[in-house]
């Protein structure tokens, strides 16, 4: 019986240890063939600010001399430009790599364990975050209504998939993704503007031809 005892308890023991070898949350979380990052936090940062900073260089070289477009095109062309930038490259790599994220050592891989400390759904192919992130948003509304849910299934869950320190909720997961919330709110309410205006303006161009109709046959 002690024998069964010890071996029982060596098995917990090493059931706990290959659970609790990452620094992931939810604790038990299984990560297979989980490999730790070899990049520091400080390099990964600034590695991902340093490409778009350069994407945002060339872009803004292309569209500043343009004279006929106004200061708010110029803004939405950046914005398109580094979110598809995003979305084709960074969250491409994701969609086609996600199963082997956790265990591999690249740059893109080890972006996305920094990320995943604020959301492990990152690192288990869960099946809503591949799907999300595999379908690259063109319309600003997909993007809007992505990002609400993929903040509500986390909430919805207590935010078990993320550390407990507040770092990690209201810079990653939060405010990372908050930037999306704004600038598709913000393209929206401005496409909305433009179509009742547009609206508008057809309403009057049909109420002045019939009129114009009515006074040619001499009715008024």
């Given amino acids: 019986m002690g024998i069964l005892s ?9 059931e706990i240890i290959v659970l609790t070898s990452h620094p992931y949350y939810p604790t038990d979380l299984k990560l297979t063939n989980y490999t730790e990052p070899t990049y520091t936090t400080e390099f990964i940062l600034i590695s991902f600010l340093s490409g778009v900073i350069v994407i945002l260089a060339i872009s803004l070289a292309i569209i500043l001399p343009k004279q006929t477009v106004t200061p708010k095109h110029k803004a939405v062309f950046l914005w398109f ?12 790599y994701f969609a086609l790599n996600h199963e082997t994220i956790a265990e591999n050592s690249g740059l893109f891989d080890e972006m996305w364990k920094e990320y995943a400390l604020s959301d492990s759904r990152y690192l288990t192919s869960d099946p809503f975050v591949v799907m999300m992130e595999s379908i690259t948003a063109v319309l600003s509304l997909g993007q809007l209504y992505g990002l609400i849910l993929y903040y509500l299934t986390e909430l919805m869950e207590g935010t078990t998939h993320c550390r407990p320190e507040a770092y990690y909720f209201w ?17 929206i309410w401005q496409s909305w503007y ?10 009057k161009r049909k109420s002045k031809k019939d009129i114009d109709v009515l006074g040619n046959d001499g009715l008024i």
């Fill in 6 to 14: 010890f071996l029982s308890k060596t098995e917990e023991e090493e």
């Fill in 81 to 92: 430009i580094i979110t598809g930038f995003i979305h084709l490259f960074f969250e491409g």
């Fill in 171 to 187: 810079v990653y997961f939060f405010g990372a993704n908050f930037v999306w919330a704004i600038a598709s709110t913000t393209l």
């Fill in 194 to 203: 433009q179509i009742v205006n547009f609206a508008k303006e057809d309403i």
